[in-house]
């Protein structure tokens, strides 16, 4: 916290934005140490119930929009599951820790101090619906996107769909844990083809440059919203696609530009 807001001091900085899960709730419960730049983030409430996914279920219950969800052990075994069930880490990011659990005898054997949930299966396509509200929650964006390529958590390919459960869905959702900024909500359809919540990262998603590319400027939208400026009641979007891929360049040796701010040149 020092460090960054010596960086606030020394650039004249009015806004700070983290797009890293671990690092937000800790920013945000001593914002006002970034002062004057302000903390373009949820509340700390906001953030603890999305990051952690016991709590964040147990928030969405009323609406209607979440699978089963109970900590793995006694809770777990009390339920009479249709098998295969999901456990997960309650705290975590991406697919680290999750697993398919076939039966009985599996869930049973589920560790019971790893912090482990356990959700009903959903075998249905999954969505992530970036998502903006403003300063009184009122959401002004919904972009629901597929997942059609996953690495390591992150979509590589996918696009914009116009669905109005899905953004239903992620509206009611964002408005359940008080939202205000931006999240990323994910879905996915259950046994009765029904959306319903997955998880919900409270920063912005890696694959935000499809959703701005649909028409909802999200980083400049949260620049305002947290400024203090006018946004629009609904910002519209457009069905795109995009696919991400990496690409190696190779440059003759003499085109190499070399710079003197460069790791190699401190000696100097």
Not at 124 to 146: C, F, K, L, Q
Not at 148 to 170: C, H, K, M, P
């Amino acid at each position: 916290m020092p460090a960054i807001a010596r960086m606030v001091e020394a650039d004249d900085l009015d806004l700070v934005i983290s797009t890293v899960d671990v690092e937000l709730i800790a920013l945000s419960e001593r914002r006002e140490e970034l002062a004057p730049a302000i903390l373009a983030a949820p509340s700390a409430d906001t953030l603890n119930t999305a990051l952690d996914k016991m709590a964040l279920a147990e928030r969405c219950a009323p609406t209607g929009r979440t699978p089963r969800t109970v900590l793995a052990g006694s809770d777990a075994a009390a339920v009479d599951w249709e098998f295969p069930v999901f456990a997960k880490p309650r705290q975590g990011a991406g697919s680290r820790g999750v697993r398919l659990v076939p039966d009985r005898a599996a869930l049973d054997a589920l560790p019971t101090d790893e912090g482990l949930i356990v959700q009903d299966f959903l075998p249905g396509e999954e969505y992530s619906v970036d998502v903006i509200a403003d300063a009184a929650g009122n959401v002004i964006a919904a972009v629901p996107r597929t997942r059609a390529r996953v690495d390591s958590g992150v979509a590589i390919a996918g696009r914009t769909v116009r669905d109005e459960e899905l953004e239903e869905t992620a509206a009611v959702i964002a408005r359940a844990i008080g939202l205000v900024g931006v999240a990323n909500v994910q879905l996915r359809r259950d046994r009765a083809g029904r959306a319903v919540l997955l998880e919900v990262n409270p920063r912005f998603p890696g694959a935000l440059p499809l959703t701005i590319a649909a028409g909802v400027d999200i980083p400049s939208l949260v620049t305002d919203l947290f400024l203090g400026r006018e946004l629009p009641v609904r910002v519209p979007f457009r069905e795109v696609a995009s696919v991400r891929f990496l690409e190696d360049v190779i440059v003759e040796v003499d085109d190499l530009l070399v710079s003197a701010h460069a790791g190699h040149q401190e000696e100097l």
